[in-house]
């Protein structure tokens, strides 16, 4: 069952405008640490936070709640798996937020899909829950 969708577009060239006006304040207030290390790794690390916060806005949407009701940047955390299929990682009030939209006997799954088309990053996010006796 679909419990929530979201989805973001965000102009590159508008993180590259708050990296270089805010530089590692904007960062550190917005990525964590292994989101950090990704982006500063890519050629074009502005792109890369920019997918990464697409991300993390269409999590929010998803969640119904934008950053509001506790759920904040950081608690929404960008992984990839090593064949860098993407996944999430919700603590804090974003964790919180999805527990309270987990009907009973069901396990969330969050589906993660990022893509860019300079000057533009996209990402949709999609919550599932499945009952827990699927995976046993």
Known sequence: MILGTGIDLIDIRRIQDSLDRFGSRFVQRVFCPNEIAFCQA???????????????????????????????????????????????RLKGGALARLETLMPQGHDPVLHVSISDEPPYATAIVIIECRPKDVFS
């Open 42 to 88: 890519r050629p074009d690390p502005a792109a890369a936070f920019a997918r990464h916060y697409a991300v993390k806005e269409a999590a929010c949407k998803a969640l119904g709640t934008g950053m509001r009701q506790g759920v904040a940047w950081r608690g929404i955390e960008l992984f990839r798996e090593p064949r860098r299929k993407p996944y999430l």
